[in-house]
Every structure is written in C-alpha cells, then in structure tokens.
C-alpha cells in the first residue's frame, strides 16, 4: 500500500503544483515528497504561522455538531480514495519540511482542511474533512512541549461521550496527537472492512468501522504518527457495555514489563478503586478477564509488528498500544483517567 500512496503523493505534487522553495531548501525526488526530518522535530514557527487560523477552535472541531457524524445503518461513510489518504501523508511531510502552500495544496484537493489554532490552541493543526457529514476522520497534532502521547477514538460516535473523553485525555495530558473517526463504527454495514465483526451484529467488521480497515484516514493518521514517533504510546478509547474498565495491549498474551498496558492498568487500578479494573494481559496484580481485546483492531495489529494488520497473527506486544475500554460510568470520569494516564507515563 506505501509504494502505491507514494505514486499518488508524485500525482499530487504535480497536480498542485511546486512553489519556489525557500533558500537552502531542497527536496527528495527520489522519494517523491520533501526530504525526510528527524523523528522528533517539529513544525517550525514559521511555517505553522503561514497556515490560515481555524474559522473556529481546534478541539471544537471534535463536536458533534461539527462533524455531524452519519449514524449507524445510515451507509453515510464515504470511503477515501488512495490518492486521498496519500495527500494527507503527504501534507505532513510538507510541512516538516517547510513547504506550507504544498501541505495546503496537497488537503484542498481531496476535500480536506489544514488550518492552525489560535491562543491557547496556538501550537496545534487540524486536519478535517471540508465538508461535515463525510464520516471521514480528523485529527489534531500539538507541536511542541508535548507529552509522549497519541490519544485514539476509532468508535467515538459508537458514544458521544467516548469523543468528549477522548478530547478531556488530549488537552490535560498535553498529548501528541488526537485521532478520532468522523460516523458510527457501524454506519455501512454493507461494506466489509476485516476481521470479525465483533460490535455491529454481524459476521464481518463494516469498513466504516476504522479499527478494522486499513485504508481510512484514521489509520494513516496513525501510521503516520505512530512512524514518526516511535518512543509515543499509543492510548485507544473505546466504550463497552460491561462495567468497569478492560485494559488491553491488543493482544492476549502476557504484558511486558513497562509496557503502555501494564502501567496504564495499574494507574487505573489506583484511581478507580469503585470499578472493576481487568487486564486483558496477565502481569504481577493484573485481574485477567478476556473482555474488549482489542485483538481484532488494525492499529493494534499494525503497532505490534503484523505484516498485514488485516489479518489474524499471534502477535507480541511492542508494548507501545493501550486500549482503554469503559463503561459510560467511567466515561463521565475523563479527569481521573487521565490523572491515571499521566502517572503511567511518568513511570518511563
């Protein structure tokens, strides 16, 4: 799938066109975007200053009301096209590199908007679909002073309230990046992703449901992050319909020693002392119950080493993946777990 974004990347390039490069800038033909960067730098002041300000506020993009999300059954999802997910890469590399008006050019031409917050949301981009109602993802990413932290929502309209959380987690933890799906899980039943369908009430996952399809722009968003950031763990919220809190590393196998999972678990363990807190991965003080895996979910898949993310593997953990399942008690808890998340991180 990368060698095919990176011919539509070229495509794009030559679609929108080349501005003249600043002095001392030059870029990687031979890759078809903008030399790399280092890992762990950031967008420069002056390139995030020559992106146009939000009409609005970064994190007010993540509402309802603005994404206007298609409901389940709805068959409101509309699937993005390669060249899609390939200009979305691609604008993030543009602008690591410099090259704003590219990145600009690059998300106007499939649909998407790229504009920056302003006042306390100052150090933040937004990427979203230029229309509402698409069911396509968004995400913001904090330049900067962050905390070593990618927040996930694949299933936030599953529970608004599961969006709102995902939204308390981002901005007390100072993370990275916010990821979080634009429909229901559940919007096209009739489109198959991969995978069991193990919330929709059928035999296969809708591809509308992004933890189980790799060509959305929630898994690029992911995978271009998670790559480029490769100390981030990765927090994924999802809600249940259990009580209490499942923990999983996306797998069923043991949590190593360290990992997101294990301290993540034990962060909750002490905060939530009212709710059942259970491990999906055994580790000293762990409470195992194979409840919410996570097992089928392609960002899970993808961060602990699958060849294909679409299909089953038994996979170890890298120990970078949490996913937090919660019941709507907790979820009207952002502030506690988000202590809980902040004392695991801590620990590194």
Known sequence: MRSMRTHSILALLL?????????????????????????DVGIPEEVL??????????????TED??????????????????????????????????????????????????RGTGEEGRMVLWRPAQPGTGRGLFAWRVGEVSALIIEAPHAWASPATMEQAVTLFRATQARVLIASGSHPCSNPDVTGCGADTLCGGDIAPASN?????????????????DRFPQDW??????????????????????SLGSAAEEVALALMDALTDEPVTSCNDFPGAIVQDRACGAESVQARQLNGAVDACSAEDL??????????????VQQRGLTVADAIATALSTR
Not at 16 to 35: E, K, N, Q
Not at 214 to 224: C, L, P
Not at 234 to 255: L, N, Q, Y
Not at 316 to 329: A, C, K, L, W
């Open 316 to 329: 170890d953990s890298t120990g970078r993946f949490v996913q937090i399942s919660e019941s709507p008690t």
């Open 15 to 39: 679609l929108t066109g080349c501005p003249d490069l600043p002095d001392g800038m030059s870029v990687d033909t031979s890759s078809g975007i903008a030399g790399e960067s280092d890992p």
């Open 66 to 115: 603005e994404v206007q999300p298609p409901a389940a059954d709805s068959g409101g999802w509309m699937a993005p096209e390669a060249d899609t997910l390939a200009a979305i890469e691609a604008s993030a590399e543009a602008l690591l590199n410099g090259l704003s008006p590219i990145a600009l050019g690059q998300t106007a031409v499939v649909g998407y908007q790229m504009c």
């Open 210 to 226: 992004p933890s189980q399809n790799e060509d959305t722009v929630f898994h690029v968003a992911h995978t271009m992050f998670t």
């Open 234 to 255: 990765v927090v994924s919220i999802v809600p249940m319909d259990d009580e209490g809190v499942s923990v999983s590393d996306g797998t069923r196998g043991p949590a």
């Open 49 to 62: 200053q020559d992106l146009p300000p939000c009409p609005g506020s970064v994190l007010g993009a993540f």
